[in-house]
């Protein structure tokens, strides 16, 4: 079993920066490609990041690309998502989540453990 909790939500303005974290425990952020979904009101959760298990490549969503940034920190077993330049619809629920999976799949039915989310809301 894996466990994720998620931190570092809160309110920012638009054009703004936040660093949310994902702490694992119960096995290493390096057995699992882990990534980063959002989920906003009265929307379905979508995918925003992720890095592969091994390779560490990335790959974001069309939306955030150049603004966030994956990251892993394997020694503190956490996973973050560097956010820049944030806009109003950046505002949801940001959810990380761990794949046994080898790559970096948006496709979240592939992940097989989910922190609990963190509320990040972006006021123009």
């Known amino acids: 079993q894996m466990q994720l909790v998620g931190s570092g939500g809160g309110l920012v303005q638009a054009g703004g920066s936040m660093r949310l974290s994902c702490a694992a425990s119960?096995?290493?952020?390096?057995?699992?490609?882990m990534g980063w979904f959002r989920q906003a009101p009265g929307k379905e959760r979508e995918f925003v990041a992720a890095?592969?298990?091994?390779?560490?490549?990335?790959y974001y969503t069309d939306s955030v690309k150049g603004r966030f940034i994956i990251s892993r920190d394997n020694a503190k077993n956490t996973v973050y998502l560097q956010m820049n330049s944030l806009k109003p619809e950046d505002t949801a629920v940001y959810y990380c989540?761990?794949?046994?999976?080898?790559?970096?799949?948006?496709?979240?039915?592939?992940?097989?453990?989910w922190g609990q989310g963190t509320q990040v809301t972006v006021s123009s």
């Open positions: 989540a761990a794949s046994r999976g080898l790559g970096t799949d948006p496709n979240l039915s592939l992940y097989d453990y």
């Open positions: 119960g096995r290493t952020v390096t057995s699992y490609a």
């Open positions: 890095i592969g298990r091994y390779s560490g490549i990335t």
